[in-house]
């Protein structure tokens, strides 16, 4: 088993950028995705090869997690205040951000008494107040577990955490459409789950060593799997309706994809200038405010600029949107960090 510290993390900046890119792009192209019959096909298709290309973000995140805290030996009380309390302030922060601007677009509504109001706040906190946040509760979840799994992989041998990755993949397999009825009375839920991605993000940085022509396989079997995602979901949709069978997180064509990124980005060597490389790690410093804040602004691009998956060609403008809110957001979150005493609480560093 390759130990910890002769790894290079270097490469996992790029891949976090990546992934934040990539989820940025998805978020842009969702809209269209939606209007399948009410909208030109040419114009779904292209949402729809979007979608395909970039569903491996939030996979590829959890694997990131695990690949940087599983081999570490923890105090629990002390991991959990460190974590949680790095993710917690910025995500209530932008929590409430979220319902004003609902209240803003009038989507919400305070006309009842204080205690009323107080229970719709809370209401939309326990929920989720803005699409992209269901990605936090699930991070703070894994955070609890972390500190029992990082155990498990640190000491089980090579074949044990390879029978945990199958066990996961036959459960997620199992418990697909159409094969769900297969599916035997045995309860096997303890294998499933994201916490698959934690341990196999792991794996394939700990256990997984460079084979000859990796990255061109790899590359390969992502193309492989766009198309197959791409033509497919077109076919579940034609055939069956609004169905995201193919695009599903926890689902097995989502783990090839993401596996292939990910393994793409550990062993592609690209010497980036010192700019690059600085530009890259400054970027990296606000990944979480950006994540946080890019539904806010991807919301007022189209608001106020007419900025979105409808400014020109939707191959150009998807792509073009995700880079132009990519850029405000982490200029919004920089100037943010800026704040005194709350600064780096609402920026998410």
Request: glycine share 6%; aromatic share 18%.
């Amino acid at each position: 088993m390759t130990t910890a510290k002769s790894q290079n993390f270097e490469w996992i900046n790029s891949l976090r950028l990546i992934a934040l890119l990539a989820v940025i792009v998805l978020h842009a192209a969702a809209i269209p995705l939606g209007q399948y019959g009410h909208i030109p096909i040419n114009i779904w298709l292209t949402a729809d090869f979007y979608n395909s290309l970039v569903r491996f973000a939030v996979p590829v995140f959890v694997m990131i997690t695990g690949a940087l805290l599983l081999h570490r030996d923890y105090e629990l009380g002390n991991f959990l205040k460190k974590r949680l309390s790095r993710v917690v302030a910025p995500f209530l922060f932008w929590s409430l951000v979220y319902i004003g601007y609902s209240w803003y677009n009038e989507e919400l509504a305070f006309e009842g008494g204080t205690l009323a109001n107080v229970k719709q706040v809370l209401h939309q906190l326990k929920y989720g107040s803005s699409y992209h946040l269901w990605y936090v509760y699930m991070l703070i979840g894994l955070y609890f577990f972390v500190p029992i799994i990082s155990k498990f992989v640190r000491n089980a041998t090579k074949r044990e955490i390879e029978y945990f990755l199958i066990m996961w993949l036959i459960i997620m397999i199992i418990s697909q459409p159409y094969i769900v009825r297969f599916n035997p009375q045995i309860d096997l839920h303890y294998f499933a789950g994201y916490a698959g991605y934690l341990v196999l993000g792991h794996y394939l940085t700990f256990n997984f060593d460079r084979r000859q022509n990796i990255v061109l396989v790899m590359f390969i079997l992502f193309v492989s799997v766009v198309c197959v995602i791409f033509w497919g979901t077109y076919l579940i949709y034609k055939y069956n309706g609004f169905i995201t069978l193919l695009y599903e997180p926890l689902g097995p064509a989502i783990v090839l994809l993401a596996s292939a990124v990910f393994l793409m980005a550990r062993f592609t060597k690209i010497k980036l200038p010192a700019f690059v490389k600085q530009a890259q790690n400054f970027a990296c410093k606000f990944n979480f405010g950006i994540y946080l804040s890019h539904a806010l602004v991807l919301y007022f691009l189209d608001d106020l600029f007419g900025i979105s998956y409808k400014l020109c060609a939707r191959l150009i403008s998807i792509p073009v949107t995700a880079i132009i809110c990519f850029l405000l957001s982490l200029l919004l979150v920089w100037l943010l960090s800026k704040l005194p005493y709350i600064g780096k609480w609402v920026a998410g560093i």
